[in-house]
């Protein structure tokens, strides 16, 4: 018992249960975001490695659903469409999680903040912000390893997908149903990498499963404010999470 709450007191980790609630709920209304809302708040009150590694298993469980809400058909033809962005997001998922204790972690989140929150901005005010089809290729490699090297080190490598799929101007199921796939396929790779550098042992594993009941029932629960969200207050929801998380993105780095 005490392995599962992670060295934390009875109200600390009732916390962290409802984080884990609250994350999966905006998962599924959104399709994206668990990672940085978990990492955000768990790492106000434990060690980030640790705050890391409990967002793990709630992140793999809950895109198994996200991916395959639509069948295995649609998630394999996902995975073939997306295929450059996915391989350069494992790699760079792979690579950096062998260095996390390295390199600082702040210069990270502020180059990446930057760009995600003026993005979002411009978006919501109205300002035309698209990828040229002809540079298409060129973005899903750049994006996707950019999105991996990032999310070995914190445990979050959506945003890169999110502004190119929101720039190709792809609909909502699909655009939830890739981020499933990226996300699934990350979160694999994010556990192995993580279980070869000692970040997830049996103490953090216990911990991490602990938060999945309260992620999946989240999740569900936001799947119905999903499908309440028609294409354009979809993508304007979207637009103000992705503000949020550069915002915060910020934050950390600066402070």
């Not at 290729?137 to 190119?164: I, Q, T």
């Not at 694999?188 to 499963?209: K, P, Q, R, Y």
């Not at 029932?217 to 550069?246: C, E, I, K, P």
Request: proline share 4%.
């Amino acid at each position: 018992m005490d392995s599962m709450m992670a060295g934390l007191d009875p109200a600390m980790f009732a916390v962290a249960l409802v984080v884990a609630a609250v994350a999966g709920f905006v998962k599924g209304a959104v399709g994206f975001a668990m990672p940085m809302i978990m990492i955000s708040a768990l790492s106000s009150f434990m060690p980030p490695e640790q705050a890391l590694a409990g967002l793990v298993l709630p992140t793999l469980v809950t895109n198994v659903s996200q991916a395959l809400r639509q069948g295995w058909g649609e998630a394999v033809g996902t995975t073939r469409t997306y295929w450059r962005f996915l391989t350069a997001m494992v790699v760079g998922i792979a690579l950096s999680a062998q260095m996390m204790a390295e390199v600082p972690v702040a210069v990270l989140f502020v180059a990446l903040g930057l760009p995600i929150t003026a993005y979002a901005t411009s978006q919501l005010a109205g300002v035309p912000l698209v990828l040229r089809l002809e540079h298409r290729r060129g973005a899903e490699w750049g994006l996707g390893a950019l999105g991996g090297l990032y999310g070995g080190f914190s445990g979050v490598w959506g945003p890169p997908m999110l502004v190119y799929l929101a720039s190709t101007g792809v609909g909502k199921v699909e655009m939830v149903r890739a981020l499933g796939v990226a996300f699934l396929l990350g979160a694999v790779v994010l556990l192995a990498s993580h279980l070869e550098t000692g970040v997830m042992d049996a103490g953090t594993l216990a911990f991490s499963a602990a938060l999945c009941v309260p992620a999946q029932m989240g999740m569900v629960a936001g799947y119905r404010a999903q499908d309440r969200l028609d294409q354009a207050r979809f993508r304007r929801w979207t637009m103000v999470v992705l503000v949020v998380m550069g915002l915060n993105l910020l934050r950390r780095g600066l402070m």
